[in-house]
T-cell receptor, first 111, second 112 residues
Framework: GQNIDQPTEMTATEGAIVQINCTYQ??????LFWYQQHAGEAPTFLSY????GLEEKGRFSSFLSRSKGYSYLLLKELQMKDSASYLC????????????FGRGTQLTVWP | ETGVTQTPRHLVMGMTNKKSLKCEQH?????MYWYKQSAKKPLELMFV???????ENNSVPSRFSPECPNSSHLFLHLHTLQPEDSALYLC???????????FGPGTRLTVL
């Protein structure tokens, strides 16, 4: 079966750095996505990794190790608006765009 | 209008009702998806359409019936639902493998 694991909740303070980990076991691998979802809103795309290494995009970075089945999302200079659920998703299997999602990590940023 | 739109945004229905959810994408994408999001559970893929052809039906009960008349529109027809079907139903679209999926705002469905 498919298994995507990430912590349920994390807290941090404004200006800090937080790392959200994701481990996965899937039958195929075509890349790993991170999405942000604010309460009551649609998920929005943050990052995509298909090769090992670090992808940096402003305050957000994402890392992938395919051999370890591991990824993390790094958020720097945290702001209150970063309080949201962060979803790890792996594209696997043979179906176009077939994403397997984790349960999401609810991040709360305190002042 | 841009992106992915969904209507209605909220729906309350009885178990004997028939209703439909509508999704429209203005991004020129080839693939469209229906997801179900319940509290404390991962996003669950329900259906995938690629170029208007259903390519995946993820063991969804027959009381949910999708329809994709063209590459821009996707419907989810609902009939004789159960209270446990209450959830947020999200539509998404993408261009292809390895491309990000763009999500609509969702329909919050409550089955009484």
């Amino acid at each position: 079966g498919q298994n995507i694991d990430q912590p349920t909740e994390m807290t941090a303070t404004e200006g800090a750095i937080v790392q959200i980990n994701c481990t996965y076991q899937t039958s195929g691998f075509n890349g790993l996505f991170w999405y942000q979802q604010h309460a009551g809103e649609a998920p929005t795309f943050l990052s995509y990794n298909v090769l090992d290494g670090l992808e940096e995009k402003g305050r957000f970075s994402s890392f992938l190790s395919r051999s370890k089945g591991y990824s993390y999302l790094l958020l720097k200079e945290l702001q209150m608006k970063d309080s949201a659920s962060y979803l790890c998703a792996v594209e696997g299997g043979s179906t176009l765009g077939r994403l397997y999602f984790g349960r999401g990590t609810q991040l709360t940023v305190w002042p | 209008e841009t992106g992915v739109t969904q209507t209605p945004r909220h729906l309350v229905m009885g178990m004997t009702n028939k209703k439909s959810l509508k999704c429209e994408q203005h991004l020129g994408h080839n693939a469209m998806y229906w997801y179900k999001q319940s509290a404390k559970k991962p996003l669950e893929l329900m259906f995938v359409y690629s170029l208007e052809e259903r390519v995946e039906n993820n063991s969804v009960p027959s009381r949910f019936s999708p329809e994709c008349p063209n590459s821009s529109h996707l419907f989810l027809h609902l009939h004789t639902l159960q209270p446990e079907d209450s959830a947020l139903y999200l539509c998404a679209s993408s261009q292809g493998r390895g491309d990000e999926q763009f999500f609509g705002p969702g329909t919050r469905l409550t089955v009484l």
